[in-house]
């Protein structure tokens, strides 16, 4: 392979406007996003991130939600405090998206139907689910369309 000086220029000025691109509002442009389609597949569609159904929520877990007349689909939301703990940091280089160590209410439901409630944090519960449900990561699908939003960005330049 021959590179010649005009190829390193313009290797460069594609990496200029590449720098250019990644500033803070469009990292957290990005994080919204992935926030967005996390909770989405998760809670909406009761998905994980590979797009398959969640495995069944266990006899003893799905007569609890029952008791509480929450769906018995899995779609890892009780109380909205883990799903409502996703978080992101963006600065001009990098992105963090991550779960708040929010703790959870210690109950739910009222009257007759009040049940205690795990004291774990979001994060603590987040990490525990995706052990056995995977939900948390992205997948090809949203690696693409975060690629897709990279290009549109620097084709904007």
């Not at 000086?5 to 720098?19: I, P, S």
Request: charged residues 30%; aromatic residues 10%; positive net charge.
């Amino acid at each position: 392979m021959k590179i010649d000086r005009g190829d390193l220029q313009r290797v460069k000025a594609e990496l200029g406007k590449f720098e250019r691109t990644a500033d803070k509002k469009f990292f957290s442009e990005i994080g919204m996003f992935i926030a967005h389609r996390i909770k989405e597949r998760t809670v909406e569609q009761g998905k994980d991130a590979d797009g398959s159904a969640f495995k069944p929520y266990s006899p003893r877990y799905k007569l609890f939600r029952e008791s509480l007349g929450l769906p018995t689909k899995p779609d890892l939301f009780l109380t909205g405090t883990m799903m409502g703990a996703m978080a992101y940091d963006a600065t001009d280089t990098r992105l963090k998206v991550y779960m708040n160590r929010t703790t959870n209410p210690s109950t739910i439901g009222s009257g007759k139907k009040k049940k205690k409630l795990s004291q774990q944090t979001s994060s603590a519960k987040a990490f525990w689910l995706h052990q056995e449900r995977p939900f948390f990561r992205l997948n090809q699908k949203d690696i693409d369309m975060i690629m897709d939003m990279f290009q549109k960005r620097l084709d904007s330049l």
